[in-house]
């Protein structure tokens, strides 16, 4: 599938790839929220949709490369360090992407007019890096307003509420305000 931004500026092609025991996500995007970038990003789940690797590149700056063990426990890959701030999160949202946001969704299975508080590992836009290029745990909270069709997202650390449309596949169609899904090239 891909996305625009809201305005039709920047592109992003994302593939995934599941199975009985893990769901891969992989794309490129050229982004212009909050400056001009390159990413290219890389996140696997385990079978439960729990986040268990996430890789980001910023083209000509900085990599992310980080692991969890399903428990909520994280590492970072390229220091080898833990990243006790993260213990708990089950779920990444990679600032430059709407396909992380149908992992939470994917997991958290809610039922009809069903809401779920969580709190994420949030992967910031280049803009938004400062010291050391690690995922922050934000306040997110999810509710199921058609089941299988649309979820409320609100991002209680920013004080951001969208609803998003989901495909037959469980990925995001629409982000209002955001992100748009354009036709892929054949």
């Known amino acids: 599938m891909c996305w625009t931004d809201w305005d039709g500026n920047g592109l992003e092609r994302c593939f ?59 590492h970072d890959i390229l220091s080898d360090q833990p990243i006790p701030s993260l213990d708990g999160c089950f779920d990444v949202d990679i600032g430059v992407t709407p396909a992380t946001n149908s992992l939470a969704i994917k997991r958290l299975g809610l039922a009809p007019q069903a809401s779920q508080h969580i709190v994420a590992a949030y992967v910031p836009l280049p803009s938004q890096i400062s010291g050391d290029f690690l995922p922050q745990p934000v306040q997110q909270r999810y509710s199921c307003l058609i089941e299988g069709k649309l979820y409320r997202y609100e991002g209680l650390f920013r004080g951001f509420c969208a609803e998003l449309a989901i495909d037959d596949a469980g990925l995001v169609i629409d982000y209002p305000d955001t992100f748009r899904r354009v036709v892929a090239p054949a």
């Open 16 to 74: 995934m790839s599941q199975d009985d025991n893990q769901l891969i996500l992989e794309g490129v995007v050229s982004g212009t929220r909050e400056g001009t970038y390159g990413a290219y990003y890389s996140v696997r789940t385990d079978a439960l949709f729990r986040t268990r690797e996430v890789l980001v590149k910023y083209i000509g700056g900085r990599t992310l490369h980080i692991a969890a063990n399903g428990d909520g426990n994280w």
